[in-house]
Nanobody, 119 residues
Framework: QVQLVESGGGLVQPGGSLRLSCTAS????????MGWYRQAPGKARELVAG???????NYADSVKGRFTISRDNGKNTVYLQMNSLKPEDTAVYYC?????????????WGPGTQVTVSS
């Protein structure tokens, strides 16, 4: 079994930056696709950024040019560097690992970390 733990969330002013980290632990025997998702109050969970086992990345249009996803396979850790933050980025951010290879909706989720962008 695999567990994920996110860190790095907090309160930041508009235009500021945060760096989120997600570390996976447990029986991981190969590199898995991972991603960051977010869910704001009253809204559905949405993809923010994903990274494949090969290192290919993809982003939601709303964060392109502002957010960067990366991974350190030796540490089983994925990062999300968030710059030029906007109030609409406020949400709980969740890390996901597609452990089974069946897709992120069948994957394992972390407990989430709150990001609040407010003046």
């Amino acid at each position: 079994q695999v567990q994920l733990v996110e860190s790095g969330g907090g309160l930041v002013q508009p235009g500021g930056s945060l760096r989120l980290s997600c570390t996976a632990s447990g029986s991981i025997f190969s590199i898995k696709p991972m991603g960051w998702y977010r869910q704001a109050p009253g809204k559905a969970r949405e993809l923010v950024a994903g990274i494949t086992s090969h290192g290919t990345t993809n982003y939601a249009d709303s964060v392109k040019g502002r957010f960067t996803i990366s991974r350190d396979n030796g540490k089983n850790t994925v990062y999300l560097q968030m710059n030029s933050l906007k109030p609409e980025d406020t949400a709980v951010y969740y890390c996901n690992i597609d452990y089974s290879g069946l897709g992120p909706m069948y994957g394992i989720w972390g407990p989430g970390t709150q990001v609040t962008v407010s003046s």
